[in-house]
C-alpha cells in the first residue's frame, strides 16, 4: 500500500489547528460558541438555519414536500448558515444546536419555543406534528422509523468516512478510501437489495425514510454528491437509480435542493426562503 507506515501515535494528542485537510480550518475539539452571533428571526412559526447539504436538503424537501400537501403551517423562513465561515459556532446557532451542526430549527408555534437539531429528528417532528409521511400501519410505521435511523447512523461512514478520504482529505490514503469504500458499496447494495422489491423505502408509500435517504445515497448514484459514481461502480445498483431519479422529479425535492444553496447559478439557488415567491424565476 502507497502510504506513511511512520507515524506513531503521541501519548497525549495535540491539536494541530491547520492540518491541511479542507474543513482544518473549520473542524475543532471543542464545543461552544466562539463569538457572539444573534439569529434572524423571520415572520414564519417555523424557522430553520441551515444550509443545502444532504444534511439540510433533508429538512428542506420535507418542508416543501408538506407545503405541495397543502399543510399551511409549514410555512417557513430559512436562513443559511456558512458552515465554511464557522457560523455554526455564532452563539445564537450553539442555543439552538450545542452541537454546532446545521440543520437546526425552533418552532414558535409552540407555548415556548421548541429547539430541535439532528436532522432525523426535525423530520420526526414535523411528520408528528402533522401527521403526514410517516406511516400509522403497525407495521411500516418501525420499519420507518428503522431506516430512518439507518440512515443516521450509516451516512457518517459514507460522508465522514469515504466522502472525507475519497474527496476533502490533503492527499490520498490507500487503507482508509479502501475500507469506507467497502462500507459505502455495502450500504448501496442494502438499498439496492431492498429497493427491487419496493418502489420506495416503506412499500409504495414515500415517507420520511426516503426523505432522510435521497439526498445521500440517491445523490451519491446521480454523480451530485462527491462525484464518485464511476468511482463506486454507482450504476450498477440498477433499483437503487430507479429509486434515485424518481424522487428527483418530484417538485418539492427540485424546490428543496434549492433552499440555503449559496453557490452556483442564481436560477439555481434561493439562499434564504420566506415564501413561495422565492422561488419564482428559478429553474425547477
Ligand atoms: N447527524 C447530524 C449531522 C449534521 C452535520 O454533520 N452537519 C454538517 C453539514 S452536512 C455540519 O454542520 N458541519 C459543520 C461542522 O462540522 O462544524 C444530522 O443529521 O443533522
Not at 399551511?72 to 446557532?93: K, L, M, R, W
Not at 447494495?189 to 416503506?202: A, C, F, R
Request: glycine share 8%; net charge negative.
Amino acid at each position: 500500500m502507497s502510504q506513511d507506515t511512520n507515524y506513531t501515535p503521541p501519548k497525549v494528542w495535540n491539536w494541530d489547528a491547520d492540518s491541511g485537510g479542507k474543513w482544518s480550518k473549520t473542524n475543532r475539539p471543542i464545543a461552544g460558541a466562539t463569538h457572539e452571533k444573534e439569529l434572524p428571526v423571520g415572520q414564519h412559526p417555523l424557522q430553520l438555519h441551515s444550509l443545502a447539504t444532504p444534511n439540510g436538503q433533508k429538512v428542506t424537501i420535507m418542508l416543501e414536500e408538506l407545503l405541495e400537501l397543502g399543510v399551511t403551517g409549514a410555512e417557513y423562513d430559512a436562513y443559511p448558515v456558512n458552515i465554511g465561515e464557522g457560523e455554526q459556532f455564532g452563539s445564537g446557532f450553539v442555543e439552538i444546536n450545542p452541537n454546532s451542526k446545521i440543520p437546526a430549527l425552533v418552532d414558535h408555534s409552540t407555548d415556548q419555543p421548541t429547539r430541535l437539531f439532528e436532522s432525523g429528528a426535525i423530520l420526526l417532528y414535523l411528520a408528528e406534528k402533522f401527521d403526514k409521511l410517516l406511516p400509522t400501519d403497525k407495521a411500516d410505521r418501525p420499519a420507518c422509523l428503522s431506516w430512518l435511523f439507518w440512515q443516521i447512523g450509516s451516512a457518517p461512514y459514507l460522508g465522514g468516512g469515504f466522502g472525507h478520504f475519497y474527496k476533502y482529505a490533503p492527499f490520498p490514503i490507500e487503507y482508509c478510501i479502501d475500507r469506507f469504500t467497502m462500507e459505502t458499496k455495502r450500504q448501496l447494495d442494502v438499498l439496492d437489495k431492498h429497493l427491487e422489491n419496493n418502489q420506495y423505502m416503506i412499500d409504495d408509500e414515500y415517507t420520511i425514510a426516503d426523505i432522510a435517504i435521497w439526498p445521500w445515497y440517491g445523490q451519491v448514484v446521480q454523480n451530485v454528491v462527491y462525484e464518485a459514481a464511476e468511482f463506486l461502480d454507482a450504476q450498477s445498483y440498477v433499483h437503487l437509480n430507479r429509486w434515485a431519479n424518481t424522487i428527483a422529479q418530484r417538485p418539492a425535492v427540485k424546490r428543496g435542493l434549492m433552499v440555503n444553496r449559496t453557490s452556483g447559478p442564481d436560477e439555481r439557488k434561493v439562499p434564504e426562503r420566506h415564501d413561495s415567491s422565492d422561488f419564482d424565476g428559478k429553474t425547477t
